[in-house]
């Protein structure tokens, strides 16, 4: 069974800094999300990954989050991306009709290679 | 959809001219047999020779409208499969005494209300979704077979209207039957391909050398022009409310065999196939109803999708829709040929019979996949047991049904309507008491997500619910209570389940929740919490299959339905 409880991972990959979440993103957790995010882009990150391979659903909280982060981002003259957009929680992002509204990659690779190249 | 081995043309391939012609034509031979039925009636309207081939025509282009329509794949109207039409003696009983009882206009407007009867139930189709599941449709298909083959015999054994077994026919019907198995099973390429065309051939050959072959009806098209329009000759439709419950228990068979038939050839082309696709089988249903007001309009029975010709493409394992078309157009052209219509009624009983039989021995077996591919608890057994039981008696007990009221004829003397009517009405008995309910409720406080996916996991096991819907319903739910928020007096969380639906209701504090029917701009959301409150009712509207919200007396509840 996935843990359902919100974790947060930080890894790098050359310039690309990796956030791997994991679990469910709701209301009760996505201000923490935001605040981890947004520390990292003030703290000078110009590429960051949002890997969503272990994220089970996300809900209207966690959209608004990652639409502040993305905004965030081009303020800071930072590349926002997310990555590994699958199953279920790709039928949200297609719902809610956002697919458009972010910058997404395939697997966690793909994308990591594309943006460091970039 | 997982492709199945051993299927050669998927219902989206290509399939190459020569072939696409040749199985066409062979359907196209599979399905000149229904033209027995219309004859019945023509013979019995007292039409003469002309009038018969004429007649004929006729029916050859009602069958080319509703092939296209039933294979055509579109929002409204067609299944998207090889569903190609055929004359079916589900009209057979009711328009026979139409047209004893009132004349061909009765019969032709009657054919037009069962049409539009028929076409009407299409989009209720899904909301019917519990009053018709797969196994009453895998019950018709096997009904549905087993009267082909029961049919198919009486002509083999060459018994119709004398009691008395025919040598002659037997040889004939073991000869094409023998070369339609032989090719079928130890051949391959054309010769499997084209099987059923190449044992009625044979058929017919050894017709000819027993003296069976009757050409007559051949030679009464000899005087005919060699291409001709065919005309629209009994003009007259006629309403009877007499007559409106047989017709409509024909509709309703009709879309019972429809459905059996399109779910099907879904399945042929699906490996993975559990349960039919509503779109398709609606589309289904409503062109074969188009199909049936076509032929009341310009003067012929009703039709149905053929079941023989589905068995023929599991058969092949040549199942494109462009098959349909080419036969579509094929059968335009022959309804312009009076000698084409001669042919074709030449074919002899042992011939018919032995196609039917092998067809009938595909179609019944995939009428029992259908049914044992479900799970078939006591209600479902009994349900599947009794109505399959019954529907035979219909066949065995014919001299005793005759006697009932003329109003029940139709429903007692066919072993389909009787078996499919008794079928529907057991499941919609059976249903009592199938629905299980679980409540939870929640002190006001900051939303529980753990305790809410628990509640949902436990009972979505219990009930042995769907993984996917119930990780569904879990996001609706998590999404409701989240727009909520905590409201004085808690909320009141109920779900209940049957094998077709789950749904949940949640009664709460404070106004209903906002379900907008567009996404509100990136820009709403970020700046605001309404904005993000208006996604969520968005992403409700969309991820449940039906949402509503409204004011319940001081509280508001918010109801989600999931299909399952």
């Not at chain 1, 199953?87 to 460091?116: C, H, N, P, W, Y």
């Not at chain 2, 020569?18 to 039409?47: D, K, N």
């Not at chain 2, 049936?292 to 493409?313: I, Q």
């Not at chain 2, 312009?336 to 011939?351: E, N, Q, R």
């Amino acid at each position: 069974m996935v843990e359902s409880a919100l974790k947060v991972a930080e890894t790098r990959s050359g310039q690309v800094c990796i956030v791997a979440v994991s679990g469910r993103i709701d209301s009760t957790n996505a201000n923490d999300l935001l605040t981890r995010l947004n520390t990292l882009l003030s703290s000078g990150e110009k590429i960051l990954l949002v890997d969503f391979k272990e994220v089970l659903y996300l809900t209207s909280a966690a959209f608004r989050v990652l639409l502040v982060a993305t905004d965030e981002a081009e303020r800071n003259a930072a590349r926002f991306v997310l990555c590994s957009v699958l199953g279920q929680v790709r039928d949200l992002f297609e719902m809610g009709g956002l697919l458009d509204a972010f910058t997404i990659l395939g697997s966690r690779e793909e994308a990591v290679a594309k943006l460091g190249l970039a | 959809m997982a492709r199945p081995v051993g299927l050669l043309y998927a219902v989206d391939d290509a399939v190459p001219a020569g072939m696409l012609v040749l199985s066409a034509l062979q359907h196209i031979g599979v399905i000149a047999t229904t033209l027995f039925y219309p004859l019945i009636l023509a013979r019995e309207a007292g039409f003469d020779p002309h009038a018969t081939l004429n007649f004929m025509s006729l029916c050859m282009l009602t069958l080319a409208v509703g092939t296209a329509l039933l294979c055509v794949r579109s929002k409204f109207v067609g299944s998207g499969y090889l569903c190609p039409a055929g004359y079916t003696q589900i009209y057979l009983g009711p328009c026979l005494f139409a047209l004893q009882n009132g004349g061909l206009a009765v019969m032709f407007g009657m054919t037009v209300v069962a049409g539009f009867l028929q076409t009407a139930l299409a989009p209720a189709l899904r909301r019917l979704r519990p009053l018709l599941p797969s196994e009453i449709a895998g019950l018709v298909t096997a009904i549905i077979g087993l009267s082909i083959a029961t049919l198919g015999m009486r002509y083999v054994l060459g018994i119709q209207g004398h009691r008395e077994i025919r040598a002659d026919s037997v040889v004939i019907a073991v000869i094409a039957l023998a070369t339609m198995i032989v090719l079928n099973i130890w051949t391959k390429g054309l010769t499997k391909l084209f099987c059923a065309m190449i044992g009625m051939l044979f058929g017919c050959a050894a017709s000819a050398v027993l003296g069976q072959l009757d050409l007559s009806i051949v030679a009464s098209s000899a005087g005919e022009a060699l291409m001709r329009v065919p005309v629209v000759q009994f003009v007259g439709w006629k309403f009877d409310a007499a007559l409106l419950a047989p017709f409509a228990m024909v509709a309703v068979a009709s879309t019972l065999q429809t459905l059996g038939n399109v779910s099907t050839a879904q399945r042929i082309n699906d490996a993975d196939w559990l349960r039919p696709s509503f779109r398709s089988l609606s589309g289904g249903v409503a062109a074969n109803g188009i199909a049936s007001m076509f032929g009341g309009m310009v003067g012929t029975p009703g039709v149905n999708v053929y079941t023989a010709c589905v068995g023929l493409s599991s058969a092949t394992g040549i199942t494109s829709r462009r098959v349909g078309y080419a036969i579509s157009v094929i059968l335009l052209v022959l309804a312009t040929v009076p000698v084409a219509a001669g042919v074709f009624l030449a074919v002899p009983y042992p011939v018919i019979g032995a196609l039917q039989l092998f067809l009938g021995a595909f179609v019944l077996t995939s009428g029992l996949q259908m049914i044992t591919a479900r799970m078939l608890d006591s209600r479902r057994t009994i349900v599947i047991g009794l109505s399959f039981a019954i529907a035979v008696t219909a066949d065995i007990y014919r001299d005793a049904f005759a006697t009932l009221p003329p109003v029940l004829q139709p429903v007692f003397g066919n072993s389909l309507v009787l078996g499919t009517t008794c079928a529907v009405l057991l499941n919609l008995i059976m249903r009592i008491g199938v629905r299980k309910r679980e409540s939870l409720n929640l002190e006001p406080g900051p939303l529980d997500r753990e305790a809410v996916e628990e509640f949902l996991s436990e009972q979505g096991g219990r009930w042995a619910a769907r993984r996917e819907v119930v990780s569904r319903a879990t996001f609706g739910l998590v999404q409701v209570l989240e727009v909520i928020g905590s409201r004085p007096g808690g909320v009141e969380i109920e779900a209940s389940f049957d094998e077709f639906s789950l749904d949940i209701r949640v009664r709460h504090a404070g106004a209903p929740l906002a379900l907008p029917e567009h996404r509100p701009s990136t820009r709403e959301i970020v700046a605001s919490e309404e904005g993000e409150r208006l996604l969520a009712g968005y992403l409700l509207r969309r991820s449940a299959d039906r949402i509503s919200s409204r004011a319940a007396g001081e509280r508001a509840e918010t109801q989600l339905h999931y299909d399952h």
